[in-house]
């Protein structure tokens, strides 16, 4: 794996990041899965508070408690919750930020975090405030570098604006190249590194896809109804038929000079090996088909948030 830079920090994390979330909520299977990629070389795993209501972040401090100094950690923040209780609130306020991180440090069963992220955000948060919690937490040592997870382009130009984040998590794939109308170029113009997540579209550019496309894809997919995927998957084959297309589909998003790393996750130790041999075989694919791939999708842009 490829180690990379995250933003302006002396941090450095793998092209290819193990999102935590569909791990499950078995923790021997959760710490087998984990081990196999940190074993392949990926050393940044991506969780939430939020997940299975802190189950997922046990799980990876489980796994990770014997190798902390080889794994960089992600979590987030902002949806308020009790253990124990079902439901939550979104609540970026400072106060609550504080109590979160300690929450999530005990879980994690480590002293730092090493990138903290705001899960969400709008234009009408209090967002001095949350920055300011972020500083405080940063300065204080229980994290290392923050940052937000958001698809919306006037949440992330404000914090790029006002804050010193370096990183960004967004939405990207070949189905939705939304983010490269404004999101990714700013990005890249502030130093702040972009971890795309979502780069097989719901298992929709996926080797399944066909198996997909009929559970997940019956309504469409953003810009693209049901009959527009099926004519994307026949077009793609016939322009690039030495790749797979979820070759294709992961190649497109790590191939943006804005993105640090693609998150994938997994739900079993063979679609994590599949998805880490997929991940290899990009290098395979040459330069050419980058335009063609462009060509042939939609460029969509946000109509909300903008």
Not at 29 to 47: E, F, P, R, S, V
Not at 83 to 94: A, H, N, R, V
Request: hydrophobic share 35%; with cysteine; charged share 25%.
């Amino acid at each position: 794996m490829k180690k990379r830079k995250l933003g302006k920090s002396d941090i450095e994390i793998s092209d290819l990041t193990l999102g935590c979330m569909s791990l499950g909520t078995d923790v021997q299977q959760g710490k087998k899965m984990i081990d196999y990629a940190l074993d392949k070389g990926i050393n940044h795993l991506d969780t939430a508070d939020l997940y299975h209501f802190g189950k997922n972040e046990k799980i990876v401090g489980e796994a990770i408690k014997h190798r902390r100094s080889d794994v960089i950690i992600t979590t987030k923040v902002g949806n308020h919750f009790e253990e124990g209780k079902d439901g939550w609130f979104w609540d970026p306020s400072k106060k609550y930020i504080h109590q979160a991180v300690r929450d999530s440090l005990q879980r994690l069963k480590t002293d730092y975090i090493d990138v903290y992220m705001l899960h969400g955000g709008t234009l009408d948060d209090p967002m001095a405030e949350t920055i300011e919690a972020f500083e405080e937490l940063k300065k204080e040592g229980f994290i290392r570098a923050y940052g937000i997870s958001s698809i919306r382009p006037n949440v992330v130009r404000e914090y790029t604006i006002r804050s010193s984040i370096d990183i960004l998590m967004t939405q990207y794939s070949l189905l939705d190249r939304r983010p490269e109308e404004a999101i990714l170029p700013i990005a890249a113009e502030n130093q702040i590194s972009v971890v795309a997540r979502g780069p097989l579209a719901k298992g929709l550019l996926s080797n399944k896809a066909d198996e997909v496309l009929n559970k997940k894809g019956a309504e469409g997919y953003l810009d693209y109804s049901y009959s527009d995927l099926k004519s994307l998957y026949y077009e793609l084959e016939q322009a690039l038929p030495e790749s797979t297309l979820q070759q294709l589909a992961m190649y497109y998003t790590a191939n943006h000079p804005a993105i640090t790393s693609t998150v994938f996750g997994a739900s079993s130790l063979e679609q994590l090996e599949q998805n880490i041999a997929v991940h290899q075989s990009i290098n395979e694919i040459t330069d050419a088909a980058y335009p063609i791939l462009q060509q042939i999708t939609k460029a969509s842009q946000y109509e909300q948030h903008r």
